[in-house]
């Protein structure tokens, strides 16, 4: 029973302060996304990605959380205007990235000169779901090498999904993914997120995601 509600408690504390993060960034003119996925399944290649396409008409920072390691800001610092690295690995919950922490990094964000920021969850497709960061989209990535069975075995973060893509399109011919079984689990748990199939390969299917999130972001 204790336990029980002291994760409550943990959890209305984190929506608190994500709901001060969403304040923060609307006050500020600017939108964050949650991107999540497995480990190595192209949150940070899908991100440069987006980048690509999205700057310099947008402004954009990355918030990247990772358990250990300043790997994928390096590789977002040239591409973002603005990165804020978070390692959670001395931090109670080191399984995905808890408002507090994302509030620590906006603060570290020159917001006023930013439209959109970022943030790339850390590699997991269980813990992020529960703690809402001040988004105002989120997004879970799956790639094809993965399987197509993820939706069934962890569904809560595609039940909360605002868009899923299926990243490394390229390797369809080399793995057993199946798209429309995939698909229909998916709309089992959420009936309304849009998919989008792209490749952070070969950049095919990369503009119909981005012109999908300026449409959702326009008049923010
Ligand atoms: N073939 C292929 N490889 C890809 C694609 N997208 C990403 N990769 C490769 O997959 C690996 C992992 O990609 P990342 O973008 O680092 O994945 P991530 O989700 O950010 O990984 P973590 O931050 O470690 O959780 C890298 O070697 C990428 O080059 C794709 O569309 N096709
Ligand atoms: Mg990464």
Known sequence: MKKIELIQNI???NSATAESNRATLDRNGCAAINVMSAPGAGKTSVI??????????????????DVSSTVDAEMVRGASDAVVQINTRSMPETCA?????????????????IDLVIIENV????????FDLGERLKVVISSAPEGDDKPLKYPLIFADADAVIINKSDLFPYVDFDVEKFKRSVRDLNASA?????SCKTGAGVAEWVDWLRSQLHGK
């Open 123 to 130: 590699g997991n497709l269980i813990c992020p779901s529960e």
């Open 194 to 198: 849009p998919f989008f199939e792209l």
């Open 11 to 13: 959890l209305e504390a």
């Open 97 to 113: 990235l808890i408002a507090d922490m994302v509030d620590a990094a906006l603060k570290k964000l020159p917001l006023s000169e």
């Open 48 to 65: 440069l990605r987006t980048l690509d396409l999205l700057r310099p008409a947008m402004r954009v920072a990355v918030v990247e959380g």
